[in-house]
């Protein structure tokens, strides 16, 4: 059984930086992508960023791209998003997800396999 628990979520202002993490347990995730998802109110859950577990590479939407930064410790099977220059867009539930999937784009809700419960971002004006 897969497990995704992330933490780090919380209030800050537009500007301010704050780090997300996803501890992953329950498989080997090493062909496995990870991806990070928003919703907020009112709105359908939109793709952010999405890494390749094996390979490190990533695919970031362009909302986020220059901000937001995803990266992975292996040995703590944990991934990790960095949002730098938050914006009151920004806010939202945020939300880890993992899929075994050869391509990094994988960019839908409905290609990911397993969810996190979700930790809230609020970003102030």
């Known amino acids: 059984q897969v497990q995704l628990v992330e933490s780090g979520g919380g209030l800050v202002q537009a500007g301010g930086s704050l780090r997300l993490s996803c501890a992953a347990s329950?498989?080997?995730?090493?062909?496995?992508?990870m991806g990070w998802f928003r919703q907020a109110p009112g709105k359908e859950r939109e793709f952010v960023v999405g890494i390749s577990w094996i390979r490190g590479s990533a695919y970031y939407a362009d909302s986020v791209k220059g901000r937001f930064t995803i990266s992975r410790d292996n040995a703590k099977n944990t991934v990790y998003l960095q949002m730098n220059s938050l914006k009151p867009e920004d806010t939202a539930v945020y939300y880890c997800a993992a899929t075994d999937a050869k391509s990094i784009v994988v960019v839908t809700t409905s290609e990911y396999k397993y969810w996190g419960q979700g930790t809230q971002v609020t970003v102030s004006s």
């Open positions: 329950g498989r080997t995730f090493s062909r496995f992508v």
